[in-house]
């Protein structure tokens, strides 16, 4: 694979918690994983991280380290199933405001260094629509929104849409049902948020597919393996393939460096804006 070949950000976050954002993380990751592509995944969620919960890895260091020099971006990443590169979270990214010239300088330059290593970064966020949520979701190139079959799903979802359309000019969201009963109830979840877009916010809404409802997910969790590697023919485990492949074919960014720097970068200013 060419080395300059464009790095694809892709931040999955949801509004609220318990949609099971983190789970499509990093099953989407490893289906991405197995078809080849360099994955690196990020987790986000400074204040409970669980990605390396739910692979049952143990990191020895995480991102602060890098910030404080300690040591490299590379040395931070733990390998997972599929092959997959998992940076653990850091709590000390919660205090991205407060970083200095030279902790902005070291994380821009640990990821540069990374660019040509990897194909896709995968940025599991955290529930909610703090500054830290806002800041990576906007660094990213593409947004997966994740909802499920709950009142409070929608209406979180449509909160840190609005909030992005409003406060930040972005308009193009991608939509994940997860766990539905059936593909209709999936479609119907994604007409549901997509109707009250369209009614008050300039955005445009595109509808990836759904996961249905799978007990093999809390099984796969509870023995801390990928769902795609403990049950890998489930319903829940094409379904995420079939994502997975969709994804494959979404536009690159035009950059031959990638999006990587300008992820990084935007994170930055983002995270320094004073909201």
């Known amino acids: 694979m060419s080395p300059t070949r464009p790095v694809q950000v892709i931040a999955v976050t949801g509004g609220k918690g318990g949609v099971g954002k983190s789970n499509i993380s ?20 400074l204040g409970l991280a669980n990605i390396d919960v739910l692979l049952g890895i143990k990191a020895q260091h995480n991102l602060a380290d890098v910030l404080a020099g300690t040591c490299s971006l590379e040395e931070v990443m733990v ?25 902005h300088a070291a994380l821009i330059n640990a ?8 194909d896709v ?3 599991d966020t955290a529930a909610g629509i703090s500054d830290t949520v806002v800041s990576f979701v906007r660094a ?18 449509y909160a840190l849409i609005k909030l992005l359309n409003k406060e930040y000019d972005m308009f193009r969201f991608r939509v994940v049902a997860n766990m539905t009963r059936s593909a209709q109830e999936g479609q119907a979840l994604y007409n549901k948020l997509n109707m009250v877009c369209e009614r008050f ?24 393996r ?32 990638g999006h990587l720097e300008f992820f990084v970068e935007r994170l930055l200013q983002s995270a320094g804006a004073g909201y």
């Open 111 to 118: 990821f540069s260094e990374l660019s040509n290593q990897l």
């Open 140 to 157: 990213s190139q593409e947004v997966l929104v994740v909802v499920c079959d709950e009142p409070s799903s929608i209406t979180d979802a």
């Open 79 to 103: 390998t997972g199933p599929g092959g997959v590169k998992v940076v653990p979270a850091s709590s000390g990214v919660q205090q991205m405001a407060a970083l200095g010239p030279q902790e």
């Open 121 to 123: 970064l995968i940025v």
């Open 201 to 224: 916010l300039d955005v445009s809404l595109q509808y990836v597919g759904h996961v249905p409802f799978d007990e093999n997910v809390r099984k796969a969790v509870q023995r801390q």
């Open 26 to 45: 990093v099953n989407l990751s490893v289906a991405l994983a197995k078809m080849r592509r360099r994955v690196v995944l990020l987790d986000a969620d």
């Open 226 to 257: 990928p769902l795609l590697e403990y049950a890998p023919n489930c319903k829940a485990s094409q379904a995420i393939r079939s994502m997975a492949e969709k994804i494959d074919q979404w536009p690159l960014p035009s950059a031959a460096r």
